[in-house]
């Protein structure tokens, strides 16, 4: 029997095939261009090997193409006659989240690695921002990500991945020094890897090194391919550095060339957070905004996100419906009753409606119960600094300036100084 990098074995008598395989999965574990490729080798070399054509599967989803997705998962479904538990199961979890059941996906996830912990194509559907339990909506779902990664970690020894997703939960839950002392191992190990970069940048960001979070993802991006699946939320990194500098002329070159609809790579998820999230920290750091960018990002909304559901997505593309002035699809999310956090996501849309209309005091009242826990929205907190500092202006704006700097040295305090919003200092 061959086993993967992992150590898992696989159905597959083709070590060309598990080679290929292997450097498939590192690609999806490290966020680099390539899994694709690398898959299809593998399928090439054993068209009969069933995991092949799950990370197949795996490589569709992340570039935005879920037929094709479906149409490899269902080539693994039909290979499961010659497979082990551990595989078959593997199959069936890629099967639940295709089908569009997070719910089941994440109970059968957290219910598998508990007795093949180093299944890692399995594990990774749960870790990070964007996974099962970042995006479920529940409260304490951070704390509930550092211990799924925490009792992972022990199974994976040195390993570069785990550990880069071990130190991402760290920081989510304000551990920002333990956070980088682990990325700065795991970098050492595979200085490629993607989510590594991303979270020591978010690390750096919590702790305001402003100055130094902005030379080191300058120049690791210089070796990041453009098509890569975080190259736009990485240049959104860079911007938002670049904003906090008064650097406008970056942000921008960054926005144009790595960020904006038309522009980015990234699955539409991160074109429409990343952009809308921008464009009004811009504005609330002094900028003009353009209402043609405002305009097109709405219309990328509507046509990516027509019907809300994602919570996270919808109370950023409810941001753009209100900035361009399209008040009958603001009114739609606003009223949404679908999502893993639909109750809060009106309240953030009606702020948003009111924000557009220069009513700060309505603004306020609405955006005010939804700060006790927002990160049941979903997003890192960097993401959603969006609604931080939206709060603090609002509250600057209905002339509560001493309470806006007791918000933010009490909530933010990286922030306390000199948050990114014109005035504000
Ligand atoms: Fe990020």
Not at 284 to 306: E, I, K, N
């Amino acid at each position: 029997m061959q086993r993967d990098r992992y150590g898992n074995g696989v159905a597959t008598s083709s070590q060309a095939a598990v080679a290929a395989y292997d450097a498939g999965v590192d690609h999806v574990l490290a966020a680099t261009a390539g899994a694709r490729g690398a898959f299809a080798k593998a399928v090439t070399s054993d068209p009969g090997f069933a995991l092949a054509h799950v990370g197949a599967a795996r490589a569709a989803m992340y570039a935005g193409d879920m037929g094709a997705a479906k149409a490899a998962l269902a080539r693994a479904e039909a290979l499961t006659g010659g497979v082990s538990a551990r595989e078959r199961a593997h199959i069936g979890e890629f099967g639940l989240l295709l089908a569009g059941k997070p719910m089941d996906a994440r109970r059968a996830v957290e219910a598998h690695v508990l007795e093949y912990p180093r299944d890692a194509m399995v594990a990774q559907v749960c870790t990070n921002i964007f996974g099962l339990i970042g995006f479920s909506g529940e409260p304490g779902r951070e704390a509930a990500l550092l211990a799924y990664t925490g009792a992972l970690l022990p199974h994976y020894g040195d390993d570069w991945w785990m550990g880069s997703m071990h130190a991402l939960s760290l920081c989510e839950v304000g551990q920002t020094g333990a956070a980088l002392e682990m990325m700065e191992v795991s970098l050492a190990r595979y200085g490629a890897n993607a989510n590594a970069s991303h979270f020591k940048a978010h690390a750096l960001y919590e702790e305001g090194r402003t100055a130094e979070g902005r030379a080191y993802l300058d120049g690791w991006m210089a070796g990041y391919a453009p098509e890569a699946l975080l190259h736009g939320h990485l240049s959104w990194h860079q911007a938002l550095w670049a904003l906090q500098d008064g650097d406008w002329e970056r942000m921008w070159g960054h926005y144009r060339g790595g960020i904006a609809p038309g522009v980015s790579h990234s699955l539409p998820i991160n074109v429409l957070t990343d952009g809308a999230a921008l464009l009004w920290r811009a504005e609330m750091a002094g900028a003009s905004v353009a209402p043609q960018d405002w305009r097109a990002l709405s219309a990328y909304a509507t046509q990516h996100f027509p019907n809300p559901s994602q919570s996270f997505a919808d109370i950023h593309a409810a941001l753009a419906h209100a900035m361009a002035g399209d008040g009958q699809a603001l009114a739609r999310i606003a009223q949404t009753s679908r999502g893993f956090a639909a109750e809060l996501v009106g309240p953030v849309a009606q702020a948003w409606g009111a924000v557009a209309r220069g009513q700060w005091s309505a603004a306020l009242e609405a955006l005010t119960p939804v700060m006790a826990d927002h990160a049941r929205l979903g997003g890192s907190r960097a993401q959603r600094d969006l609604l931080e500092l939206t709060w603090l202006l609002c509250l600057m704006r209905t002339g509560a300036r001493d309470e806006a700097r007791r918000a933010a040295a009490t909530r933010r305090p990286v922030f306390a100084g000199a948050a990114p919003i014109a005035g504000f200092a």
